[in-house]
Each structure stands twice: as structure tokens, then as C-alpha cells.
């Protein structure tokens, strides 16, 4: 798969990556033989699923949680003409957010080249109360870069409406993917891993409790199940009101992937579907 064309945009308006080198290679061929390696071995269990409107997907590094979000992302791939709008939300990891932050850059950057910013659906946002404008707090902000590569190898040609979300309720959440929902354009995508630092069998209990959840729909989810808590509850009274079916693609921690068991972060992949899906 190729990855998205690259834009022009000026250098003082496009955010840099900040995780390059770090949670996923530095080297643009490297890392496309990388993303492009996950989805194909995540195809096989994709081939003739229904395309998801939403998805939950971990940011950590590939080496860690890269299998896992690629067995949702590698469902999407027939979408490759079809999708042109993806609205991003992951949670603040470095900086303090008030409601949920757009950047005011225009673009973000990776190796494989530059997405840029819708601006129509930015507009559409930009008056609801609790949106707000930070480059801070996405200038090192992870939780968003990671997923780019992913969605440049998928998508020819897409923009991004991506948000930081910090101190809001649900509500605020749901009001927002509301506005911005879109027909099948539109992807909705939130970023999450899920516990932190707990022991392998521990952890795989309370990230099976919390994929029960998710799959009820019950937005109730502490930061201690999913550090994106906050945008996953959003999503799910979305999910509720509108109808949506959930389903669990996958459920590993980094004790699964590529770390000790000791001290593991959990990783989910969820779709949700609008129309009916028997699996």
C-alpha cells in the first residue's frame, strides 16, 4: 500500500512528529515496510468484515501495541477510496487540556509526508464551548502521531480533524463527534491503551472486565482501565445513542508483544459498526 501524497504546506504551519525514531522508525521506506508488514499479516482475519464507522486503537509503540492496532485498522483497507475525513481523538499525556484541543497548525507531519487539517470541520467545531485551541498540547503529544503512519498507508487522500482531549465530561465528547459524524467519509478514530504497569495476569483481568465494557456500551471507563478514557465514553454514549454494535478484534498486553510480564500496558482494537454484524 502507498502512503497518502504529500502537501505543501508551509513549515510554520505544520506540526513535526515528535515520536519518530522513538514509538515507530524515523526513515520513511522503514517505516512503510513496517506499517505495511502489520496490516498485511492482520489482512487474513480482515477479509470480509464490514467497514467499521468507528474504531479503539492503542498508541503505543508498534513494537508494542502495532499487531494490535493493525487488526483494526488492516478491516478498513476497502475503504482506501472511500474515506476522506478522519476525526482523531486521543488523550493528554504532557500537557494540562481544558475541553478538547485542535492545534492551530494546519498540517501534521511524519516520514511518510504531511496530512492535512480539514478545515470545514474545524469550523464546524470551532464555537462549541469546549474546544479550544493549543499547539502545546499537542506539540509532544503522542497519543495522535502514532496512528498517522497507519492512516497514510491506508487512505489516499484524507485530511484530520485531530483533538487532545483532557478535563471533559462525555457529553462534551459525544457533542462533538455529533457535529463532525459525517456520512462514509468520515472515520472516527480514538486512541486508548488500557491498564498500565500491573502485573501480566492482572492486567489481563482488568482489561478483559474493561472489553466487557466497551462492548456493553457502559461509558464509564476510569483513566486506570484506558488512559483514553475520556474520548472512549464519549465515543460510547455516541455509539449507544446512534445504535452502533461493538465488536473485540483484539486483546494483548506489551507481556504478549514484546515485554517482560512484570509490568505490562494492555492494548484493545474495537470496531463499531452501524449496521448489523454477525461474527
Not at 519518530?20 to 506499517?35: H, I, T
Not at 498517522?148 to 487512505?155: I, K, V
Request: net charge neutral.
Amino acid at each position: 500500500m502507498a502512503a497518502a501524497p504529500h502537501i505543501w504546506v508551509p513549515m510554520n504551519k505544520v506540526r513535526a512528529p515528535a515520536v519518530a525514531g522513538m514509538f515507530y522508525p524515523a526513515g520513511g521506506v522503514e517505516l512503510a515496510r513496517e506499517v505495511g508488514a502489520l496490516l498485511a499479516q492482520a489482512a487474513p482475519d480482515a477479509r470480509g468484515k464490514p467497514l467499521p464507522k468507528a474504531i479503539i486503537a492503542p498508541h503505543a509503540g508498534y513494537v508494542y501495541s502495532g499487531p494490535i492496532a493493525a487488526s483494526v485498522y488492516a478491516q478498513l483497507a476497502p475503504a482506501r477510496q472511500t474515506i476522506r475525513r478522519i476525526v482523531l481523538l486521543g488523550p493528554a499525556h504532557r500537557v494540562l487540556v481544558r475541553g478538547l484541543a485542535l492545534p492551530a497548525a494546519q498540517a501534521f507531519a511524519t516520514p511518510l509526508g504531511a496530512v492535512p487539517l480539514d478545515e470545514a470541520a474545524v469550523a464546524r467545531i470551532a464555537a462549541l464551548p469546549q474546544v479550544t485551541v493549543s499547539d502545546a498540547a499537542h506539540a509532544a503529544e503522542h497519543s495522535l502521531e502514532v496512528h498517522l503512519p497507519f492512516l497514510q498507508t491506508l487512505f489516499e487522500n484524507f485530511s484530520v480533524v485531530p483533538l487532545v482531549v483532557g478535563d471533559a465530561t462525555a457529553e462534551q465528547v459525544a457533542q462533538v463527534l455529533d457535529a463532525l459524524w459525517g456520512g462514509p467519509e468520515t472515520l472516527i478514530v480514538v486512541s486508548s491503551d488500557l491498564s498500565h504497569y500491573l502485573g501480566y495476569s492482572d492486567a489481563q483481568a482488568i482489561d478483559r472486565a474493561t472489553a466487557q465494557s466497551v462492548l456493553n456500551l457502559d461509558g464509564i471507563l476510569s483513566h486506570s482501565q484506558a488512559c483514553g478514557g475520556t474520548p472512549v465514553n464519549g465515543l460510547l454514549l455516541t455509539a449507544r445513542r446512534r445504535g452502533l454494535q461493538p465488536e473485540l478484534l483484539d486483546l494483548r498486553n506489551s507481556g504478549d508483544t514484546a515485554g517482560d510480564r512484570r509490568r505490562v500496558v494492555g492494548y484493545g482494537a474495537f470496531a463499531f459498526y452501524e449496521t448489523p454484524h454477525v461474527h
